[in-house]
């Protein structure tokens, strides 16, 4: 497990520069803090006791000699981890769920600020065990505080009313300013559940609320814009159209995983809430990641943007007099979101740009049979990892892409059905005459409910290969989209294919302005997509980086275990079982292979690398697969279904759908030549 990363350094020349050379240290532990044996041997070292309620937040100190909790019980405690004991606890003056707790930076650790279900929020001196400052103006529960490195008097707070509170104790110790109102442009039932700011720029904040966009903000024109309209209202001035923008251009940019905004109706009619229950930035501050209530974890990148593949799509393929440098243009001249390398759905012309495949290095080809052999058996998620795996080491090529593709189409838990497309257009990309990629191109449009564009892409598809266009699947694929398009055209409630989707509803209080429904459809896609937790329940579940550089998400789940992936290949390396419950919190030491979690139970848990000597197989999930499928079909289950899973009863119906089948796909082989190459 560990040997990739270890073969390629000198530990021994590495140990002697640290100990002669002061600035060699930071880069030391920064590369071997967190590493694959140490993963690898992941377990309990603690459990602190001291709480009475569910631990709903945990915050290291900078340093990282100090944690701070909080708890149903609305106490703060201040632990020494090392040592196992309580240094600290003080009732917060809270008169409910205490849900964030934040160290003030560059206070010495001596102030702690803490935020409520009783829409309070708390600063305490813990020196004296005292709350110096109360903060009222929030009208719903806090769900999260920020602070900022380079803003040492200054903090942030989220809340279910739907605004980002900014507050300056040097300026005013009783009240705080409305930085952004989500409720200005999205509807009066929004609600903000968290925030992070960026640490390498701390001039840009994220924010995860209600539904499956993520907003990243520039504080300081958000504070300019506030500015101005204050001094506007205050000196009576209106414009000739007195109408006001919410939010000023470039002053946001909005993220969103492509699929999601064609299943959000879906997902309503299941009552499936879809909402960000948490965000953060990379160490390096070019990533953001967040934890999807309702869905996935999701990893943005921040400095190579790709607009959504399928949200944007136009109502009919363009003409080749439409197409401008290979790549379809909207009347405003924003990319549709579908970027093959061709006319519209044109196809490239295979004669005259099918390239010669490189062959894959022995290893590589090895690991490429193996995935083939797991497919084969029906074990799509091993398949998966496997092809992940060689595409990391080769991922020029098409082939490995369209086999991955496959994989997914066959596993269909939520949102494969879009990573099949995206690795369906890389493959084409790669290999314009990727027969297959082709094919599995127009099957993912249709089960992403794309059926027009579904039918273009087959049509084009029987026209570049015209030997397969009366094959089984391909006439079995064409009756399909054929009779989708029929029921559409009966049920005129139904929305047309293609065009933006709109997230539109009818409540007056939960109306959306034109400006917001423009700043989705600017939206940018994810990067990387994490599978295998639940996050249903609760919705202040955590994902985050573990390692000075991200090698590694974890994330929390509804089963009580928690989820390591590795950041590169998404494979899903170790589960563990930290909860009785659910594990909410998960808080990764600032430099050291040390993790925090916390859920239901009244305790905050500790984790290290164990001795070889101790036996860690006791909170270790051995069987990976099934619990993931599990969690699967628990974010796909009736909320009553839910509800008496984690009262404990066993719902046998869970359990006899198979892996997921959230997408809805035929299972029948004839209808998608799924087979790997």
């Known amino acids: 497990m560990c040997c990739g990363n270890m073969a390629k350094v000198n530990i021994t020349r590495d140990l002697l520069y640290r100990q002669i050379k002061e600035s060699s240290a930071v880069g030391f532990e920064r590369h071997y803090h967190v590493v694959d044996p140490f993963v690898g041997r992941l377990g309990l070292e603690a459990e602190l006791l001291g709480h009475s309620g569910c631990v709903n937040c945990l915050e290291w100190n900078e340093k990282g000699d100090l944690l701070a909790s909080g708890s149903d019980d609305q106490h703060a405690i201040v632990w020494d981890p090392f040592r196992h004991k309580a240094l600290l606890s003080m009732h917060t003056g809270h008169t409910a769920n205490v849900f964030s707790v934040k160290f003030l930076p560059h206070s010495g650790d001596r102030i702690l600020i803490t935020g409520a279900a009783d829409s309070k929020v708390h600063v305490h001196d813990l020196s004296v065990k005292e709350t110096i400052h109360m903060f009222g103006d929030h009208t719903n529960r806090v769900k999260r505080i920020a602070t900022a490195p380079l803003w040492p008097n200054t903090f942030w707070s989220a809340a279910e009313d739907g605004v980002i509170r900014q507050y300056d104790l040097r300026e005013n110790s009783k009240h705080s300013e409305v930085l952004i109102d989500l409720t200005e442009y999205c509807g009066q039932l929004v609600e903000a559940k968290c925030i992070s700011i960026n640490p390498q720029n701390n001039n840009y904040m994220a924010v995860g609320a209600s539904g499956p966009f993520v907003r990243l903000y520039d504080i300081r024109m958000m504070q300019n814009h506030r500015k101005t309209l204050k001094s506007n209202t205050s000196a009576g001035i209106h414009t000739f159209c007195d109408r006001q923008t919410p939010v000023p251009d470039g002053a946001v940019q909005y993220y969103v995983a492509g699929h999601l905004p064609v299943k959000l109706p879906d997902y309503n009619n ?78 490239p012309d295979t004669k005259t740009h099918n390239s010669q495949q490189m062959d894959l290095l022995p290893h590589i080809e090895k690991m490429k049979q193996q995935a083939n052999d797991a497919f084969a058996c029906q074990h799509w998620s091993q398949a998966i990892q496997l092809y992940s795996r060689a595409i990391k080491q080769a991922s020029k090529n098409a082939m490995l892409y369209g086999n991955r593709a496959a994989a997914y189409m066959k596993r269909k838990w939520d ?8 690795d369906c257009l890389k493959a084409i990309s790669l290999n314009p005459g990727h027969l297959k990629a082709h094919f599995r191109l127009a099957r993912c449009l249709f089960e992403l409910k ?19 266009a009366h094959s089984s699947a391909c006439d079995a694929l064409d009756r399909d989209i054929r009779a989708a398009l029929f029921s559409k055209n009966e049920n005129s409630d139904d929305k047309k294919s293609g065009g933006p989707i709109r997230l539109r509803t009818s409540g007056r209080k939960d109306s959306v302005s034109e400006d917001e429904l423009v700043l989705r459809e600017r939206s940018y896609d994810y990067k990387s997509r994490y599978c295998g937790h639940c996050n249903t329940t609760t919705d202040i579940k955590e994902a985050t980086f573990f390692g000075s550089n991200a090698q590694y998400i974890v994330s929390g789940s509804d089963d009580g275990s928690f989820f390591i992936w590795e950041k590169d290949t998404t494979n899903l390396v170790r589960i563990l079982q930290g909860d009785e419950s659910i594990v909410n919190c998960l808080q990764p030491h600032p430099s050291y292979c040390f993790l925090a979690t916390s859920g239901i139970e009244a305790a905050v848990k500790l984790w290290n690398p164990r001795p070889e000597s101790e036996d860690i197989n006791g909170r270790v999930v051995e069987d990976m697969e099934s619990a993931s499928q599990a969690n ?46």
């Open 415 to 422: 949102g494969d059905h879009y990573d099949a497309l995206r």
């Open 632 to 677: 699967q079909r628990r974010m796909n289950a009736d909320p009553l279904e839910v509800m008496l899973l984690n009262m404990g009863y066993r719902i046998t119906g869970l359990t006899s759908s198979g892996p997921g089948g959230s997408d809805d796909e035929d299972s029948s082989e004839g209808q998608v030549q799924c087979r790997p190459s």
């Open 450 to 468: 794309y059926v027009a564009e579904a039918l273009d892409c087959l049509n084009d598809f029987k026209g570049k290969f015209p030997e397969q």
């Open 270 to 347: 299941r009552l499936r809430v879809l909402v960000a229950t948490y965000v953060t930035f990379s160490p390096d501050g070019t990533e953001l990641l967040v934890n999807m209530g309702g869905e996935q974890v999701y990893l943005f990148d921040l400095t190579s943007k790709q607009r959504p593949y399928t949200f944007l799509l136009p109502k009919k393929s363009l003409s080749s007099g439409e197409v401008q440098n290979g790549k379809t243009t909207t009347t405003n001249g924003i990319s549709n979101g579908l970027h093959l390398h061709s006319n519209g759905f044109r196809l």
